[in-house]
């Protein structure tokens, strides 16, 4: 059963930690993360302080895109455990006041998915082939391109003149046709089976892609007339989120959304209104350079933005699809942007860290959700060496190696630095999925826990401390390169992104740090937390 509504506005200013199951915790000993690797953990969550897990993709697949290729949406796969280990968690977690949001991935299934495995079957012109994009022709049907490289269409059979099908991402990830009615009833059917079973949300997976454009035209000469793309943010994707709405309140509890909405904000707000999503992914923020100007008008707008609509913000650092923030912010340009952020590039990762440390205060402290990737936490950094033949991700097979993907960001976490795999799995068991940096012993989540100067303890005493923050933001003026806010009466944010320390308040209880504060000044890339 969910978390009875002691609290309906819970997902107002919550805590969400990603758990990326394959590289959580091995409870099996197969090398790969998995569900009783994950309930074994779940104290350490909720030690940790967070209100709320969201876990990436644990339904059946064939793992062509990481479990983002669903080729069951009503079962576990066997890599990650069973329904039952699924009931389990969701009791485990609401047993520790956790609450937990699952991915649900509604623009695309698995080739390997019942309907479109009946729909290759039927042949052309079939009705099966309705529920997904099937066009016949000697010439790829559009210009659209495969997120992961290369052309968005493959052909049903390779060896001959067969039809095409629509994939935005892998081949093994055929996009559903979201005007057919069935397709619309399934997914709110799915969301049932899951609602019921006691989730208290989804996370939308690529949520703005659903519709595409009648009859699928090229992007080329929309462009050049300054048309909207063909497939990303078309405005019928909205009655879809209006009747998932009517689902999540039709059931106790509050049971939230919040959609990934790679979207200008302009657009972001139009997800959000009151009777569609309750939350969006922040990525502006996430993709800003440490730049003092460039992160408050992006604050200042996020905020804006949602109070017209009533929605919480969200503040997010990273997730399984970006470089972790540790490298980001020690490279010369710390801003994120595709495919530029996937390149390797030099990143100094004692500044990464440092900068890691002052950015977790402040997004900490803003008013509304915010969001930790696994390992976050630890200060972990982006794995950049991983050799070719151990390399998972589409993204670096469909580009034949030039963009290395995002395994870097998903090797699995360091738990006790004595223990084989770092504690990962059990030990005598299987290496894990990818290997881990023998550096990352020292950032076993064991050796940080008792550590009061850790990665570990800052999030922990942030997180505790976060609770009694609260009140719309104030800015107050400062430095060009400070940012400096009010909360509420007793509680105030500094964060220093220049290169000189500069002068702290007089009298001013500093109640943490990012780093060690002395002489009366914050050092440069550092933050604080004052109180009066
Ligand atoms: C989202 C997921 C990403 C996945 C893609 C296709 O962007 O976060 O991991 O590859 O959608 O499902």
């Known amino acids: 059963m969910p978390l009875t509504d002691s609290d309906p506005d819970w997902w107002?200013?919550?805590?969400?930690?990603?758990?990326?199951?394959?590289?959580?915790?091995?409870?099996?000993?197969?090398?790969?993360?998995?569900?009783?690797?994950?309930?074994?953990?779940?104290?350490?969550?909720?030690?940790?302080?967070?209100?709320?897990?969201?876990?990436?993709?644990?339904?059946?697949?064939?793992?062509?895109?990481?479990?983002?290729?669903?080729?069951?949406?009503?079962?576990?796969d066997p890599l990650f455990g069973t329904l039952a280990d699924a009931d389990k968690l969701l009791a485990a977690a609401h047993e520790l006041g956790l609450r937990v949001i699952i991915d649900i991935v509604p623009n695309h299934c698995s080739d390997q998915h019942p309907w479109?495995?009946?729909?290759?079957?039927?042949?052309?012109?079939?009705?099966?082939?309705?529920?997904?994009?099937?066009?016949?022709?000697?010439?790829?049907?559009?210009?659209?391109?495969?997120?992961?490289?290369?052309?968005?269409?493959?052909?049903?059979?390779?060896d001959s003149a067969e039809d095409w099908y629509l994939h935005l991402f892998s081949p093994g990830q055929p996009d559903f046709n979201w005007d057919h009615p069935e397709v619309r009833a399934e997914f709110e059917s799915i969301l049932r089976f899951w609602f019921e079973r006691g989730v208290d949300g989804f996370?939308?997976?690529?949520?703005?892609?659903?519709?595409?454009?009648?009859?699928?035209p090229s992007r080329a000469p929309l462009d050049a007339a300054g048309e909207p793309s063909p497939y990303e943010d078309r405005p019928e994707v909205h009655d879809i989120y209006r009747g998932w709405r009517r689902v999540a309140n039709s059931y106790v509890g509050t049971r939230i959304f919040v959609g990934e909405l790679w979207v200008h904000p302009d657009s972001l707000k139009r997800y959000l209104r009151p009777d569609e999503l309750h939350t969006g992914f922040n990525f502006p923020y996430l993709q800003a350079p440490w730049q003092a100007a460039e992160l408050r008008s992006i604050i200042d707008s996020t905020l804006a933005l949602h109070a017209e609509v009533g929605a919480p913000p969200t503040?997010?650092?990273?997730?399984?699809?970006?470089?972790?923030?540790?490298?980001?912010?020690?490279?010369?340009?710390?801003?994120?942007?595709?495919?530029?952020?996937?390149?390797?590039?030099?990143?100094?990762?004692?500044?990464?860290?440092?900068?890691?440390?002052?950015?977790?205060?402040?997004?900490?402290?803003?008013?509304?959700?915010?969001?930790?990737?696994?390992?976050?936490?630890?200060?972990?950094?982006?794995?950049?060496?991983?050799?070719?033949?151990?390399?998972?991700?589409?993204?670096?097979?469909?580009t034949q190696g030039a963009n290395p993907g995002r395994d870097g960001c998903r090797v699995?976490?360091?738990?006790?630095?004595?223990?084989?795999?770092?504690?990962?799995?059990?030990?005598?068991?299987?290496?894990?999925w990818l290997p881990q940096p023998e550096a990352w012993r020292a950032y076993a989540a064991d050796a940080q826990a008792d550590d009061p100067s850790s990665v570990l303890a800052l999030y922990r005493d942030a997180l505790r401390l976060r609770h009694s923050v609260d009140g719309d933001l104030d800015w107050v003026e400062s430095s060009a390169d400070?940012?400096?806010?009010?909360?509420?009466?007793?509680?105030?944010?500094?964060?220093?992104?220049?290169?000189?320390?500069?002068?702290?308040?007089?009298?001013a209880e500093i109640v943490l740090g990012s780093a060690p504060i002395s002489g009366g000044t914050l050092p440069s890339d550092t933050a604080v937390w004052l109180r009066g």
Not at 44 to 52: K, M, P, Q, S, W
Not at 141 to 149: K, L, V
Not at 413 to 428: H, I, K, R, V, Y
Request: negative net charge; hydrophobic residues 40%; glycine residues 12%.
């Open 12 to 76: 107002r200013d919550a805590v969400v930690y990603q758990v990326y199951p394959r590289s959580f915790a091995d409870g099996s000993g197969d090398g790969v993360g998995d569900l009783p690797g994950l309930i074994s953990r779940l104290p350490r969550l909720a030690e940790l302080g967070v209100d709320a897990i969201w876990i990436s993709p644990w339904y059946r697949s064939p793992m062509a895109d990481a479990g983002y290729d669903v080729a069951d949406y009503r079962d576990i």
């Open 482 to 507: 400070v940012l400096r806010f009010r909360r509420g009466a007793g509680f105030e944010c500094l964060v220093n992104l220049g290169s000189e320390a500069v002068p702290l308040p007089a009298g």
């Open 203 to 216: 996370r939308i997976d690529v949520a703005n892609l659903l519709i595409k454009q009648r009859g699928l």
């Open 315 to 398: 503040w997010v650092l990273g997730n399984h699809d970006v470089t972790r923030v540790v490298t980001r912010y020690g490279r010369e340009d710390t801003s994120w942007t595709e495919p530029a952020g996937r390149l390797v590039v030099p990143s100094d990762l004692e500044l990464g860290t440092r900068r890691a440390r002052a950015a977790a205060l402040l997004y900490l402290a803003l008013p509304g959700c915010a969001y930790i990737y696994q390992g976050e936490e630890l200060g972990l950094w982006e794995v950049e060496d991983i050799p070719a033949e151990l390399r998972q991700d589409p993204t670096f097979f469909q």
């Open 412 to 432: 699995p976490l360091p738990w006790e630095a004595g223990e084989t795999w770092f504690g990962f799995g059990t030990s005598g068991t299987a290496e894990p």
């Open 116 to 158: 479109f495995r009946a729909a290759v079957a039927a042949g052309p012109g079939s009705a099966e082939r309705e529920l997904f994009h099937f066009r016949s022709g000697d010439e790829l049907p559009n210009d659209w391109p495969s997120a992961f490289g290369g052309p968005a269409w493959t052909r049903v059979d390779s």
